[in-house]
């Protein structure tokens, strides 16, 4: 049984099934289903950072034309507490009950103290302005740097990684290693900023409730509102068939969906909530600060002896959250002796939480960064130095990859930028005021799978429905499924409907950890063969079949038609026949950790990033000429949805490293830039142009479609190499990012000025 090769779409860059919905304004985001008799919340954040509510009053606010109730810890459904800092087990960190309203305690800046419900939003707000706290407010921690003497070892890493690792003698290494770099660096809270800002419509109907929300897994979310609640997951469906983009900040519930479910109830009314654009910089997660020492030892033939990545980062006083920042050097490059190590300070902020491409967007700007001043020391061309340092099994676990090709994207990247026409030497290369630099850096991310169900379904018109409760996040979730269920049943696309983004249907690991792809793709291609087979069994017994009683194992699925030797029939024709309710199929996948391929093989994938710069010698302004990646992430199922996914992470790339930078204010614990007007992120004018290689490879090793995740790869390393092409065009390296021209000014040589 198969799909005919020449009808093959999975690989081709078709347009995104959902875009013509999405450019006329018919895709249905979270705050605009049309909902009959609806209320408008509005939020009131603490005005401190830490204290306690000593009294509240909302008298006024009760009283203003339009208000219909207004909530505070006074007067909300009783919910239980929050729990420890740390849950017993990673899973538990998403289905964790997340209170809101249920206590006078304020443990961070802009945390919510009140929502008020009126007709209309306008009303709401307003009515918030009228409440009237007073708090009793308590010294805070907010400074990483003055507290490290505090830092604590946590017990886990995200995605339950080990929080160090230790092969061999680093230290010994390291002392007599005949060339070293001992380098800090640091890199500051960012936050997300998808454009669709975090919203809930809360709708009961009798002891069910519907959560109209924007949501990035939705098994997560429904066990999340469950838990706070403290009703049956079952009575919660969670719809979210359109996410404004997420980048790991709605990985789990905030309070928009808390204190809209729970207003609705009281209210016996749906209630909508959005949080402000202000509100999600206090509110829905960020990436931490941390200041990274990065110490490689080598012999002076440029082969490491050592390699240690130590990591401070903030975290909250309330709920740890530890990046796996240093994870990926485990990894990357060859070297007997190694070290890596997470430390965390608890401040008096909210909760990190996964930013995309969590561990490897901070760390891998700072190792990577340490690399190229490596490469200096030794009289090495960046390249050269890895490639010397390229492992031939994984490092630490000492089983061997299941595809590796870093070298290759190293070498082709290399040959399409020009990179031998690079000066090694800094500040020489110049256009009038312009001083010109080149840099480069390598780009690793593990590649993992969730546990996932599809459910595939054909009608006698031969109509095929898949249903999933996967989200499409702006990836292409839609497009991607729909090319996977055409080529396997060997129908066109039109014939093929995707539905996502509802807990009716099966549950999926969602987006999240460049996983989605792989781990809904792969489920709905068993689901798909699963529903094949059942159509050929009852098609060789059938008296209706033309193939009743034919060995069918050979039976081909093409053009509409299912074809065994000489005889063939249009599929639609086949169902009417023999099953007139058609035929419905579930594929599963299981969670990578429980798969005997990835504990035998270390699963990643690769690639180099090269971008070219230049900096004004005047005022030390830097732009961006040029930017290449080549990509190794296994068979690439839409190379259009996939380059897409790449220059994002790219533009991500240049963000960190030039411009993007949260500032909290170290006496009061607020974030000072909580806005886009002042939280700087690359657009058009500061990207200039991107190229995009993608290398073939298929990893039979990794999943049945031999593809591989690629939605974070594209940030990894993407900020160093750019860190590193402002080194190589001024000779000023800069450690603390982002590179902002204050930084770069003062030390550009004086016959550059």
Known sequence: MKSSPDVEFIGRPVDRIDGPLKVTGRATYAYEHAIDDVAYGYILGAAIAKGRIAEIDISDAEKAPGVVGVMTHRNAPLQPDFGPAVTPTVREVFTRARPALNSDRVRYYDEPVALVVADTFEAARAAAGLIRVRYEEETGTYDLQAHLDDAYAPRRTNAGLATDSVVGDFEGAFAQAPVKIDATYRTPFEHHNPMEPHATIAVWSGDELTIHTSAQTLANYRAGVA??????????????????????????????????ALAARVLQRPVKIALTRQQMFANTGHRAEMIHQLRLGADTDGRLTGISHDVWSATSSFEEYCEQTAAFARSLYAAPNRLTRHRLVRLDINRGEWMRSPGEAPGMLAFECAMDELAERLGLDPIELR?????????????????????????????????????????????????????????????????????????????????????????????????????????????????????????TAGSGGSWGATSSGSALHQACSILKQRILEVARSSEASPFRGVNVSEANFAHGEVRVGERSARLSDLIRSIAPDGFEAEGSVAAANATESYKAYSQHSYGAHFAEVAVDCDTGEIRMRRFLAVIGAGRILNPKTARSQIIGGMSWGIGAALMEETVLDQRYGHFVNHDLAEYHVPVNADIAGMEVVFLEEHDDKANPLGAKGLGELGVCGAGAAVANAVYNATGVRVREFPITLDKVLPGLPLTAI
Not at 231 to 260: N, Q, Y
Not at 414 to 434: H, I, L, N, S, Y
């Open 227 to 260: 838990s706070t609640l403290g009703m049956p997951p079952e009575r919660v469906r969670i719809v979210s068939p359109f996410v404004g983009g997420g980048f790991g900040s709605k990985l789990i519930i905030h309070a928009d969906t808390v204190l809209a």
């Open 387 to 507: 490639i010397r340092n390229e492992p031939t099994q994984d490092p630490e676990r000492g089983v061997p990859f299941s595809t590796r090709n870093l070298v290759a994207c190293m070498e082709e990247g290399a040959r399409r930028f020009g990179w031998q026409g690079r000066d090694p030497v800094p500040g020489r290369t110049r256009e009038g005021r312009k001083l010109i630099g080149y840099g480069m850096a390598a780009a690793i991310r593990p590649n993992y799978i969730g546990a996932t169900t599809a459910r595939v379904a054909i009608d006698r018109d031969g109509q095929v429905t898949a249903r999933l409760d996967m989200t499409d996040i702006g990836t292409g979730t839609y497009t991607i499924l729909t090319q996977i269920a055409a080529e396997s049943l060997g129908l066109p696309l039109s014939s093929v409907k995707v539905e996502l983004g509802d807990s009716l249907f099966p549950r």
